[in-house]
């Protein structure tokens, strides 16, 4: 390996490290400790991720896929790297950022590139702003038609060897594709894994990049269109041209393994279009918010009302609604939630991060969580389960019941291992008499990794694991050194993931 590259490597692995914590994928499936471990001994753990590339020992022969609720029925592929992994895969793509930004059309609003603050543009934001822009063209062209689609599992159908293709043509840093011809071969070879994986907010780049023959095929033939990762519009005076727009896109789509969506695809007529751009009634609520309107605040609560008429409620419209009551410090969706989170276990995040701003003035809210934890509704729904104990873990709320089906959970090799990383946390933070030795037990016989690594955190909290037992494990067990280490120095808070909302 080249110094260059080595010093290339270091630089985008500390990018990456910063850019850790800051993505969707990272708030749905939080570390149990927020990486503390990690970052007290950065440098020693990046030395190791660095000998590990220059061994070409970085692929991934084993990887969590955790499904992620889309609504109460559906879910989506959530890929769950380890720290060491997930660190050399948003490397290399960091690393390539520059030259496929350059290369994006104007037309992509996803994952864009922000070269100044060296950062991938806020998800969020960058849908509004293309939403924003729609619009604009459309008041511009009010008589033009909108065609609209996407692609069916877009994500799990990039063909690998077709993406390092394209970015061997861009002149990409040799080290980063190297890097990401193996890993993504590997990936999708040794686990259930195909395409790119889900997660990594990183992983919008490479997606964008993979459909950059379609942008420079709508734009060829002289249209003017707008694309999110694989949500496209495009806008037209005539149905027919429009109609073979989508032919050609859907052409160029089944060349790379891909095929649009039958039941999104539509061309919407000039008339219409207003009303499929539902968005501008939010931005005008969003905006007297911000300002302190009351009449924003009426018209919230309008919103919300007929949000929640319909069955099932919109799951956009439904975060939408409890991001900007909550910024408005209203309660007024709380009754609601209380009696209906079971029904909407996919929202479980933003759900208990409205219902968290209300716990101190809502005696209700302890004891509805607390509940929710054994809800049958809810329990299906190993997410929903996760967000519960962080809920617990923050808010402090600690019975007889919430300890035992915590116990339960951490008990059960059947639940998924991200829920009991949770509830050995929460049993570390609140024992019962005899629980520190009763953790140690189950630190001694558990078999997973990740959830043995939070065992011994709880094993520290709750006063069972002293600094020579600490010692002991860290010279027995070296996945977990760097974990016993920072637990031996005795720091004086160990962080627990904060519930956030990212709509």
């Known amino acids: 390996m080249l110094a260059s590259d080595r010093n290339s ?164 840093p040799k080290w980063a594709v190297e890097i990401l011809n193996g890993f993504l071969h590997a990936l999708n070879t040794l686990n259930n894994v195909s395409g790119i994986p889900q997660g990594p907010d990183t992983s919008g780049i490479l997606a964008n990049l993979y459909l950059r023959q379609v942008d420079l095929e709508i734009q060829r033939l002289g249209f003017t269109h707008f694309r999110y990762s694989d949500d496209i519009i495009v806008f037209g005076s005539d149905w027919i041209q429009l109609r073979e727009v989508i032919l050609r896109i859907n052409r160029i789509l089944r060349s790379r393994n891909l095929i649009l969506s039958s039941s999104k695809t539509r061309i919407v007529d000039s008339k219409d279009v207003l009303a499929e751009l539902e968005d501008m009634e939010k931005d005008a609520i969003n905006y007297g918010i911000r300002k302190n309107s009351p009449d924003a605040l009426k018209e919230l609560k309008l919103f919300f009302d007929r949000t929640i008429s319909k069955r099932p409620p919109s799951a956009r419209d439904l975060k939408f609604s409890l991001t900007q009551l909550r910024r408005a410090d209203s309660p007024y969706a709380v009754s609601w939630l209380l009696r209906n989170f079971g029904e909407i276990p996919h929202l479980a995040r933003e759900v208990l991060a409205y219902l968290g701003r209300f716990q101190e003035t809502d005696p209700r809210i302890s004891y509805a969580v607390a509940n929710y934890l054994t809800d049958q509704h809810l329990a299906i729904y190993s997410y929903a389960q996760q967000h519960i104990l962080i809920y617990l873990i923050n808010h402090r709320i600690v019975d007889a019941s919430t300890q035992k089906a915590a116990w339960d959970i951490l008990v059960d090799r059947n639940v998924d291992g991200f829920v009991r990383e949770f509830a050995a946390r929460y049993i570390g933070l609140h024992p019962a008499s005899g629980d520190d030795s009763r953790l140690r037990l189950q630190f001694m016989n558990e078999d997973n990794l990740r959830v043995r690594r939070a065992l011994l955190v709880a094993c520290h909290e709750s006063g069972g694991a002293t600094k020579d037992y600490l010692s002991k494990i860290s010279k027995s067990h070296s996945s977990l050194r760097l974990t016993a280490d920072y637990l031996k120095s005795d720091p004086e808070t160990i962080p627990t993931p904060q519930l956030k909302d990212w709509t």
């Open 9 to 172: 490597i270091i630089n985008h692995l500390d990018l990456a490290w910063s850019h850790l914590g800051e993505s969707s994928g990272d708030l749905d499936l939080p570390d149990p400790i927020s990486f503390a471990d990690t970052a007290a001994n950065w440098k020693t753990y990046r030395s190791r991720v660095v000998r590990m590339i220059e061994h070409d020992d970085y692929q991934p022969d084993t990887v969590d896929v955790v499904d992620l609720p889309k609504d109460r029925l559906m879910v989506r592929p959530l890929t769950r790297l380890q720290l060491n992994h997930r660190l050399i895969y948003d490397a290399a793509v960091l690393a390539v950022a520059p030259v496929v930004g350059k290369a994006m059309s104007d037309a992509v609003w996803s994952s864009r590139w922000w070269g100044r603050k060296r950062r991938v543009l806020a998800p969020t934001w960058s849908w509004m702003q293309m939403q924003r822009a729609v619009r604009r063209f459309h008041k511009q062209k009010p008589d033009w038609h909108m065609a609209r689609t996407d692609v069916t599992s877009f994500y799990e159908h990039i063909e690998v060897d077709a993406l390092v293709d394209d970015l061997n043509t861009l002149s990409a």
